[in-house]
């Protein structure tokens, strides 16, 4: 029988990122680079997964010339008050479009999309991810319990905000604070995206809108 992949982790919220990374350095972390990924959630039309805190995710994460995509299940949370800890089952895939459209043809939709521009590091065995959304900025760690509360520390990640909210939940905050109605989906604007492709290296027709948010058709 299988064993059950547990993803723990937690996010620090307004954390300044240019002295993190000078901590990061001087501590010895390893960086992997930075890429942009773009995010489609897909759930049945009555939104079945999400009434039970599932979630199944197709994700293509975009770094120059090298595209990667990976479907994710995670299951219902199991802990709340200082790490987010839930079931998670992640697979990389070599065709996403053939994946949309077996989920499609499954009885799946795509119910939200959102992006994000991610900077990994590695210190021990916590993963170091620098965030940014087109609401937010944030830090999330990810390892083991203890590896996180050192890691944390040792970054002088205290000061920060700590938050084991997911990104959905954050994003229904900020618009709630922002007098703007819930929406399922943030993605950067239109007029912002060159501008982040350019500061990753990346060329526009690599990331054309229509090639993220509609990835051709099901046939």
Partial sequence: MPSMALETERKYLAADFAALRARLENCGARSSGVHFEHNKIFD????KLFARNLMLRLRTQYQ???KRSLLTFKGPEREREQFKVREEHETEIADPQAIS???EGLGYQVRARYEKIREIWRWQDVEIALDT???LQ???LE???E???AAALQLELDKAHLSVKNYHQL???WLARHHMPPALSFVFQEDERPALMRRLGMTDPMLSDQQIREGGVCR
Avoid: S
């Fill in 44 to 47: 049945t039309p009555d939104n």
């Fill in 64 to 66: 120059k010339e090298h």
């Fill in 101 to 103: 459209c077996i989920l």
């Fill in 133 to 135: 959304l087109p609401f």
């Fill in 138 to 140: 944030a830090v999330e």
């Fill in 143 to 145: 390892g083991e319990k």
């Fill in 147 to 149: 590896g996180i509360i």
């Fill in 171 to 173: 994003h229904q905050e």
